[in-house]
């Protein structure tokens, strides 16, 4: 039989804007279920005044620097200034400018627009930049800096106390989204667990998710969830910080690329589920789905809730009064469940397994899942008799 997907059962949110469908793609290939809720939007400046002002002063007194800080960014900034009908003044004045791109694609928008090959840093940071920027003299050198989306205070702030004149691009900022609606949404699932991760691609991102939760008196569950059962997963360190201000640990790729990202969340969310032996076969449980002997097993809420009771304790019986609290909480409107409604749910939970045998009765006690021993297994985790 075919193994599922590294990401099957899993559900994984999407924060981000610009490249949202393209990621939710790469993680629905791996199998995961992907709940989009955009954070922010990005807001072009080609009419802004600053920009304009700023791309005057590049053409009447060529930058001997240029830094690129982002793909988007930079051609935006070309766009603008060929829509002002300078596009071509703007390039010759940059022609014999040094070129350095913060990573890959400002690099890819340098050379697009027939501009020297660019030098850019192994770790694709705006750290990187700086530091060799640093490494040489800049006194009385122009520097221009494209920014990406806010401004860049610390960068500057360097470049000018080591004596450079530096002119500022703000070519689009980041801002809050329009309509929150998806975003309030995935604050909900965060919150109640439902998501197994959330994925962020930008600082801002991070930023509005938490200031939502803050503005909606559930930041302490949204910090909570993200310290816990819910995965945060960062593009780069810089996208990291926000979440690292509230001790949220996050996974990252070494490459800072969506493809490296998924790729931490292929490695990373299945060793975060635990998978027991039971009944001569391998048993995992996931976000929404059960994995039995590699393959996927779709439960229903009540049926995950009640294979979650019994295997955070595997080995030991859960009294069925017990279970029934289980479902009660997923249904508090309703009256409370009794008995043979539990019974009628270890039934269905089963029928999903497609084996009974991986839930066991024990006669007027309740149900367990029957752990085999193993000799690495902690002693916490045998079953009881």
């Not at 939710?24 to 400046?45: F, K, N, Y």
């Not at 050198?141 to 860049?152: I, M, S, Y």
């Not at 999903?352 to 002693?379: C, F, H, M, N, W």
């Amino acid at each position: 039989m075919t193994a599922s997907p590294e990401l099957a059962g899993f559900t994984v949110g999407v924060t981000s804007a610009r490249r949202a469908d393209e990621l939710g793609t790469l993680l629905e290939r791996r199998g995961a279920r992907v709940q989009h809720g955009p954070a922010l939007r990005i807001v072009p400046l080609a009419d802004d005044t600053e920009l304009r002002r700023a791309t005057d002063e590049c053409i009447q007194a060529p930058p001997d620097v240029v830094v690129a800080t982002t793909g988007i960014g930079f051609r935006g900034w070309v766009e603008a200034a060929e829509g002002w009908g300078v596009g071509d003044d703007l390039l010759s004045a940059l022609h014999d400018s040094r070129m350095l791109a913060r990573g890959p694609k400002a690099r890819g928008a340098m050379r697009a627009a027939g501009l020297p090959d660019p030098w850019s840093p192994e770790s694709e940071s705006s750290a990187g930049v700086l530091e060799m920027l640093l490494s040489e003299p800049l006194a009385g050198r122009r520097v221009a800096v494209q920014l990406h989306g806010r401004p860049l205070p610390e960068f500057t702030a360097a470049l000018r106390a080591a004596g450079a004149h530096v002119v500022e691009l703000p070519v689009y900022r980041w801002s809050a989204p329009t309509d929150v609606t998806g975003l309030e949404n995935l604050l909900d699932a965060v919150c109640a667990h439902e998501l197994d991760a959330v994925t962020f691609t930008s600082a801002p991102a991070a930023e509005n998710l938490l200031a939502l939760a803050g503005e909606r008196g559930r930041l302490d569950r949204l910090v909570s969830a993200l310290r816990g059962p819910v995965l945060a997963a960062c593009v780069g360190p810089a996208t990291a910080a926000p979440l690292a201000e509230h001790r949220i640990a996050v996974v990252m790729p070494e490459r800072y690329r969506l493809g490296g990202l998924v790729r931490a969340l292929c490695e990373a969310l299945p060793a975060r589920a635990r998978v027991l032996p039971v009944a001569g076969r391998r048993l995992q449980l996931r976000g929404h789905a059960a994995v039995v002997d590699g393959q996927l097993k779709p439960l229903s809420p009540s049926a995950k809730a009640l294979l979650r009771a019994l295997m955070e304790q595997p080995g030991r019986v859960i009294a069925r009064r017990d279970l029934a609290g289980t479902l009660n909480a997923g249904q508090p409107a309703q009256r409370p469940l009794d008995e043979h409604a539990v019974e009628q749910a270890i039934a269905r939970l089963r029928a999903s397994l497609g084996a009974p045998e991986l839930v066991q009765t024990v006669i007027k006690r309740g149900y367990r899942i029957p752990l085999e021993p193993t000799e690495d297994q902690a002693p916490c985790a045998r079953p009881r008799p």
